[in-house]
């Protein structure tokens, strides 16, 4: 991949941003590249080279890196038709230079009574983060997200429609709002291999809808790639959840989610797989501190067996818990994160399990309205018991340091 031509990309389209802001109106064009310095310390090859290091930069691929070239739009195309759309390249071993993350049309009629509707439709992210909610589906407090949404960022996309509605308070008076939402999608049967066979990951590396990953393990059709939005079963998935918010300061969010995959289906290239979880997750924000916690239970399963539950069936759980502190342009953050996997049903043939923690501390400053810089360390202590198939240790400490320039435009 050429960092050449992205760069080149990006100098245009932030050269036609100024030009074109007439003609869009309330339009927002958002162009971002991401350069970073990097130093790891792991024992292991990273997941983007095939591995099962659990950060996205390996001891062989560190320096000089691209953290993220992304080009956002977003903006109404009438008064109650919205689109927002996000192209993105990481410089790795993508199938292509750049490519889409999300692109999604939204309805927003105007409301009637202290009823708001939204209907959205296309491809976009589930309403499950509290910690990713900049452009482009970024976190504002760190460069690397937490274990769940770094795996809501590899392997869970809805593609399909989503319908919300929300209960304006201060429309009759009270200081909350409550908003309940369902989604129903398709195209995301493999959803669950990747934290099946690798398990929970630390980074920053969002799949885009056209590419995938290399296995960690090659699959019984022997495809070494894993495309993960794909339709193997012809059966949708469907999510439902609520939303408390108390004077703005004080979110509370939940959901459950089911792809509804057959694990007993092989298309001959890869299988689907039945996953599930239930998220929850609390965010407040007072002044300049925000403070969150949040935490996704669920299991995975595939295989065809006699009470269809699955040959292989994986439970896993995570949590994290953050705090960050703004200081005028200066932004310190530092967050716990809890991570979980057992194989309850299979492992006498493939024993996938993981138990670890890590820690991010991470600081940010915004020097003027366009530039920023980053400083993050992030540290994963724990054991993932499938490396030793691979004649690996399956407990090791891996680390990793990186100081990042912003340029947005």
Known sequence: MSYVRIGAALYMAMALQGSRAAELGAYELTAQIDLRAVAVDSPYKSFTEGGLGLLRFDEAHDDLRLGRAMLNARGPLSETLWADATVSATGDHSTHAADLTEASLEWRPYPRNALRLRTQAGAFYPPISLENRSVGWQSPYSLTPSAINTWIGEEIRTIGVQQSVT??????????????????FGYNDPMGVLIFQRGWAVHDRQTTLFDGL???????????????????????GYYAGAEFRYRAQHLLRAMHYDNRGDPSKNDGKDSAWRSRFDAIGWRTELADTTLIAQAMLGDTAVGASADGRGRFILEYWSYFILASQRTGAHRFTARYDRMY???????TFFDSAQTATAWTAAYLWDVGAHWQVAVEAVKIQGSLRQRAVLNQPAAADERLLQLAIRLSL
């Open 167 to 184: 209960l304006i308070g201060p429309a009759i008076d009270k200081p909350f709002d409550i908003s309940l939402v369902a989604g129903v």
């Open 341 to 347: 996997t057992d194989t309850e049903r299979g492992a």
């Open 214 to 236: 290399p296995r960690p393990f090659t699959s019984p059709s022997g495809d070494t790639h894993i495309e993960f939005f794909r339709e193997i079963d012809n059966r949708p």
